[in-house]
């Protein structure tokens, strides 16, 4: 394995979605350079795949108070209200600056809506109470994804390292250096060059996205592995609220499409669950679990699809869309009626086959709402991070909001702490990353037999019903799945398969032991042992962190 010498910039950003490409974005506004790690192509990321949209207060008839409201119900007493309040007032300007770079939002007019045409198109999403989702049709992640890639290819003072994958952080006192715990940058492999680099910068912000490859079914892309959760949590940052893992109701159901989301904007239009009754029958079953039927919080409703599944036996259930009628459904769900119709769905007049998977991490690098770790000029922002906007369950669409609005607090913190940052960097030799004795494994076979080992146990055992007897196997798994990785092939291989093994095995361990310590149900977390919230635990994070390694 090749280690080249050093590089360093003013800046580095790992995870090129929203977050960290508008990060990367302001901080290269100020002149200082920026160096963007990003494991695959640059827009190969969850941002992309985010169909629903930005939830913002742009209504008359919405206010700031009931955004807050909503999102707050939805976290089950667990957000934090003043970071919830200052992320949704400040919604409104980011979203102008994100039209402001050519951000383009559905307006009512392109819906035929002559009357309100120029008014944007306000999508509607389990939990709100109001409409107040700006859309791009429904492929908003990837429009915001374009923008802000373009943006970033317009700056040269912007180095995107593409294909390079972020294998550990590098800080002080893991190099057992005195004074406080500061962080100096990144080892990285090249994955096409098979080469590691030492990237230095005096900030380093952490914007990898969630993990929902640790779960055998998920909406999320093949990318979404957690490294931003391991590698905080091996340089001793907490780690918050990891029991509350997200999971989408509504993924298609088909032998040959893979984690294809049918958007919450589409019970937002008056889809209604349905499943089939033992005489065939389509029936709806949400009025038995929630007043607001099939537009419950989205726990509620991957919840009872789960019950219902498993109470019937059968292999999915049905999303009745059909009263909208072809010419409203291409135009509002143009992504979503083309993808059906590949898969021989005509949404206009067939029902469509749904489960639920993994979708969104609420819980990860504990922050303040500047994306502060707590490790001087370490940040981490985006579904990476846990700054308490979200609580046991994330209201849909909150999670764009928050990466743009985290973003501008978090370059706006760096910015003006940049002098003092500098003159805080310590100063000593950086080694280059050592890999010890490595020669390469044979055990090729091993590493994907494991990674599928901890994805099925984390779906059987800590999935959407949790109870201790599940949550303690799971542990014993995952526990033997580490000791073979340590003992066969820890320290030999550094290949991108390698580091999001390691990466998905850290976030498995992580979620199951936050899941053990939670001894009630709460949003997300629900351990039929405990079945109700226990009102002691109002407002109490289970953080995990690692003992400081000096
Ligand atoms: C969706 O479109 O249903 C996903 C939106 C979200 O996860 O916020």
Redo the contacts with the bound molecule.
């Keep these: 394995m090749n280690s080249k010498s050093h590089l360093f910039f003013d800046h580095i950003v790992i995870g090129s979605g929203i977050a960290g490409l508008s990060c990367a974005i302001r901080l290269a506004e100020s002149g200082n350079s920026v160096a963007i790690i990003t494991k695959r192509a640059v827009d190969d990321c969850n941002t992309k795949y985010?169909?629903?949209?930005i939830a913002c207060v742009i209504h008359d008839e919405d206010s700031f108070d009931n955004h807050v409201a909503d999102t707050m119900r939805a976290g089950a007493y667990l957000c934090k209200e003043d970071v919830v309040r200052k992320i949704v007032e400040a919604g409104p300007q980011a979203v102008n600056e994100l039209i402001n770079i050519g951000a383009h939002f559905t307006t009512r007019g392109e819906l035929g809506d002559e009357k309100h045409k120029d008014e944007f198109d306000l999508g509607k999403?389990g939990g709100h109470t109001k409409r107040r989702v700006l859309h791009s049709g429904?492929i908003t992640g990837e429009e915001i994804e374009r923008i802000l890639v373009d943006a970033c290819h317009k700056k040269n003072n912007i180095s995107i390292f593409e294909e390079h994958i972020a294998i550990d952080l590098i800080t002080s006192w893991r190099l057992g250096w005195i004074g406080d715990n500061h962080c100096l940058g990144v080892y990285v492999l090249d994955s096409l060059n098979n080469e590691i680099k030492t990237v230095c910068a005096y900030t380093t912000t952490v914007a990898t996205g969630g993990a929902g490859k640790a779960y055998l079914y998920t909406s999320n892309p093949d990318v979404a592995c957690g490294g931003g959760v391991a590698m905080c949590y091996r340089a001793s940052c907490q780690i918050a609220n990891m029991e509350f893992f997200q999971f989408?109701p509504?993924i298609l159901h088909h032998p040959d499409v893979k984690s294809f989301?049918i958007?919450?904007?589409v019970r937002g239009e008056g889809a209604v669950l349905k499943i089939k009754n033992r005489r065939g029958e389509l029936v709806e079953f949400m009025d038995k679990y929630h007043e607001m039927k099939s537009l419950a919080p989205r726990d509620i409703v991957a919840r009872a699809i789960d019950n219902e599944l498993k109470r019937s036996g059968e292999k999915c259930v049905y999303l009745d869309i059909r009263h909208l009628g072809e010419e409203t459904l291409r135009k509002r769900f143009p992504n979503i009626f083309e993808k059906c119709i590949e898969a021989g769905i005509n949404m206009a007049h067939a029902l469509i086959p749904v489960v639920p998977a993994a979708?969104?991490l609420c819980g990860g690098v504990k922050t303040d709402i500047n994306g502060f770790t707590g490790i001087d000029g370490l940040y981490a922002i985006g579904e990476v991070a846990c700054t308490g906007l979200h609580g046991a369950n994330?209201l849909?669409?909150?999670?764009?909001l928050e990466a743009l609005v985290v973003a501008k607090f978090s370059t706006s913190n760096i910015l003006d702490q940049f002098d003092k940052i500098k003159a805080g960097f310590p100063s000593g030799h950086i080694p280059e990353w050592s890999s010890g004795d490595a020669t390469d494994s044979d055990e090729l076979v091993v590493i994907s037999h494991n990674w599928d080992e901890i994805r099925r146990s984390m779906w059987d055992y800590v999935g959407i019903v949790r109870t201790d007897k599940r949550l303690q196997r799971a542990k014993t798994r995952i526990k033997n799945i580490r000791r073979e990785i340590e003992r066969y092939y820890w320290d030999f291989l550094i290949t991108r398969d390698l580091i999001e093994l390691r990466d998905i095995l850290s976030v498995a361990e992580i979620v199951i032991d936050s899941a053990m310590r939670r001894k009630e149900s709460r949003g997300l977390h629900f351990n039929s042992d405990y079945p109700d919230r226990n009102p002691n635990m109002d407002y109490v994070d289970t953080i995990i962190q690692k003992p400081h390694a000096r």
């Design positions: 985010a169909q629903g949209g999403e429904d989408h509504t989301l958007s919450e904007a979708h969104y994330r849909a669409s909150n999670s764009l």
